[in-house]
């Protein structure tokens, strides 16, 4: 069993940036694809970011394209995600996930991803 647990949320203004960090627990997740999701209220949680067991392979949604950035360290068991240019719309509950299976690629949709963190709350202000 997978435990994921983010961190780095927190209130910032349109324009600045923040990182996010999903530390897992529980065993290794260095053989698990990761992503990380969003999910705003009154909206269906949405894919964000994912990232290759190896880390060599990235998938982005368009609308974070050249402002987030996804990264992994396995040695650390950790996922990252840096966000720049924050935009109000980026506001939301970012979620970190797993996916359990050995897939040939990453996914973005939710139902592939098996192990999910507790949220962590961003909110970018105009």
């Known amino acids: 069993q997978v435990q994921l647990v983010e961190s780095g949320g927190g209130l910032v203004q349109a324009g600045g940036s923040l990182r996010l960090s999903c530390a897992a627990s529980g065993r290794t997740v260095s053989n698990n694809a990761m992503g990380w999701f969003r999910q705003a209220p009154g909206k269906e949680r949405e894919f964000v970011a994912a990232?290759?067991?190896?880390?060599?392979?990235?998938l982005y949604t368009d609308s974070v394209k050249g402002r987030f950035t996804i990264s992994r360290d396995n040695a650390k068991n950790t996922v990252y995600l840096q966000m720049n240019s924050l935009k109000p719309e980026d506001t939301a509950v970012y979620y970190c996930?797993?996916?359990?299976?050995?897939?040939?690629?990453?996914?973005?949709?939710?139902?592939?991803?098996?192990?999910w963190g507790q949220g962590t709350q961003v909110t970018v202000s105009s």
């Open positions: 996930a797993a996916d359990g299976a050995l897939r040939l690629n990453i996914q973005i949709g939710t139902s592939f991803y098996d192990y």
């Open positions: 990232i290759s067991r190896s880390g060599r392979t990235t």
